[in-house]
């Protein structure tokens, strides 16, 4: 593969036993809970997740993990001290119910877990612990989740009290938007709680009914490709594309966009702007798209499949207008190589305006078309870009306990 990242080829077994290293190393005991959440990229349905649409997402073997161990004697303010080996920092995160003083960002996603977690009656002792992760930043991969979700995951062991798995998924949604102030639907921590090895994830966003699609076809692959450019934006464009989405439903008289068919966007169209016909056309296309390419993936029509991946990412392109240069040369380069060289279907994947591309290919030439992607992307970018393959990996899980 083209500039891949040594972190990132750490096994998970290899990752936990580093992470519970640097825990003993610095805090000076041993770990007694390490837990595992994964990453995820979503094959096909984008930005329909908070329209009450359909999702399919993987969770992929990128992992974050947290390993450490409840304090022995009590700390006040009750809190935890948490070292990022990502960052290189330290914290002490007060737990709910403290005031904490301002924190850096990685750190707020745990404090928004830890208050929502609270309100659950999921309330742990003080203790201490070390992140480590696999999980790129910012490559659209939800580095974001998979912090919240291990996090969770480790409040369960530490408090003795395990959540419903859904709920689990709904109180890392909610530390989201209080501690990043992303609006976000519920795809990225579902899919880091939910998902299971060999399977994509069919999500309905809707009534969060899940249904497994198995992809287990030893010759296809996923390959995931990261741009390595995240475009500085002012901060709102996803909250402006849901506002849009909410207006556009309002104009269609129903409560999301799922509940509107094409026939109804066509009827009210003289009602809508060219900016919310186009948001909606997106939508609305899209949650199509996605049910019919699980029903693809599931009877090995790939041709299909391939089709609806492009599909998806000209509407991500053109109608809702969340793509970007690099993700286009990407895209275009997995197209312009072609099913004769093994290529099925490509598109960008994530909130958009950089990030990564998710392709299917046949697993016999990844190694070769990731190469040629990544010399197209670097002769008409000037950018490196990071590509690796993943196998459908588990969801979020205990590795090491002792019971407390």
């Not at 003993?24 to 959440?37: D, I, N, Y």
């Not at 003795?160 to 921590?189: F, S, Y």
Request: proline fraction near 4%.
């Amino acid at each position: 593969m083209s500039k891949t990242n040594p972190t990132n080829e750490l096994s998970l077994a290899e990752l936990a036993q580093r992470a519970a290293s640097t825990f003993h190393e610095r805090f000076g005991r041993p770990a007694t809970v390490v837990v595992a959440a994964p990453g995820r990229v979503n094959i096909i349905g984008e930005h329909t997740d908070y329209n009450d649409g359909f999702v399919l997402p993987m969770a992929i073997d990128r992992y974050t993990v947290l390993a450490g161990d409840a304090c022995k004697e009590g700390r006040s303010p009750r809190a935890a001290r948490i070292f990022s080996s990502t960052m290189n920092e330290e914290e002490a995160i007060c737990l709910a119910g403290e005031h904490s003083p301002p924190l850096p960002t990685w750190a707020k996603y745990i404090r928004g877990v830890f208050d929502a977690a609270a309100e659950h009656g999921l309330v742990p002792p003080a203790f201490d612990a070390v992140i480590d992760s696999t999980v790129p930043l910012g490559s659209g991969l939800s580095s974001s989740a998979a912090l919240e979700v291990a996090t969770a995951t480790f409040l369960e062991e530490l408090a003795d009290c395990k959540l419903d798995p859904k709920t689990k998924g709904l109180l890392c949604q909610q530390a989201e938007h209080r501690g990043a102030g992303v609006p976000c639907g519920i795809m990225d921590q579902f899919s880091s709680v939910l998902c299971e090895a060999g399977h994509l994830m069919l999500l309905d966003c809707r009534n969060q009914e899940t249904k497994m699609v198995p992809l287990t076809d030893p010759s296809v692959t996923v390959l995931i490709t990261n741009t390595n450019v995240k475009h500085e934006l002012t901060g709102g464009e996803y909250a402006e594309r849901r506002q849009q989405c909410e207006a556009a439903a309002k104009i269609l008289q129903v409560s999301s966009l799922r509940e509107a068919t094409a026939a109804d966007l066509e009827r009210s169209r003289d009602n809508l702007d060219d900016v919310h016909y186009r948001r909606a056309r997106h939508v609305i296309s899209e949650i199509e798209r996605t049910t019919r390419a699980a029903e693809a993936i599931a009877a090995g029509d790939w041709k299909n499949v391939g089709a609806l991946m492009y599909g998806s990412h000209d509407s991500l392109r053109d109608d809702y207008e969340v793509s970007c240069e690099e993700l286009d040369v990407l895209v275009e380069a997995a197209r312009e190589l072609g099913t004769d060289s093994g290529v099925i279907g490509s598109r960008m994947t994530g909130g958009g305006f950089g990030g990564s591309t998710v392709t299917l290919v046949r697993t016999e030439r990844a190694n070769d078309i990731a190469e040629e992607i990544c010399k197209k992307y670097r002769d008409q970018t000037g950018i490196e870009a990071t590509a690796f393959v993943t196998p459908p990996a588990r969801g979020a899980h205990v590795i090491k306990s002792l019971g407390r």
